[in-house]
Nanobody, 115 residues
Framework: QVKLVESGGGLVQAGGSLRLSCATS????????MGWNRQAPGKQRELVAG???????NYADSVKGRFTISRDNAKNTVYLQMNSLKPDDTAVYYC?????????WGQGTQVTVSS
């Protein structure tokens, strides 16, 4: 079992920044991908960023150049640094972990960007 707890969401003005954190615990050995997805009201959940155990990253086109995914292995924490935020980035952001063909999800953290 892998437990994920997100934090760092909030209300920010357009152009501002936020850093989301995802603390992992439990059976974290063997996680091969960590990622962030988001879901806006009335829309499907979508990939935002992913980070493999080898350090490869991928990003949604809409966030490239603005968001950065990273991790601190000593703290078992994955981060999503979000800069130049736009109102379209408003959503609930979910951390996820891929292990042995299963995807674990956190409870989500709300990000609201005002214009």
């Amino acid at each position: 079992q892998v437990k994920l707890v997100e934090s760092g969401g909030g209300l920010v003005q357009a152009g501002g920044s936020l850093r989301l954190s995802c603390a992992t615990s439990g059976s974290i050995f063997g996680i091969n991908v960590m990622g962030w997805n988001r879901q806006a009201p009335g829309k499907q959940r979508e990939l935002v960023a992913g980070l493999t155990s080898g350090g490869d990253t991928n990003y949604a086109d809409s966030v490239k150049g603005r968001f950065t995914i990273s991790r601190d292995n000593a703290k078992n924490t994955v981060y999503l640094q979000m800069n130049s935020l736009k109102p379209d980035d408003t959503a609930v952001y979910y951390c996820n972990a891929h292990k042995a063909g299963y995807v674990y999800w956190g409870q989500g953290t709300q990000v609201t960007v005002s214009s």
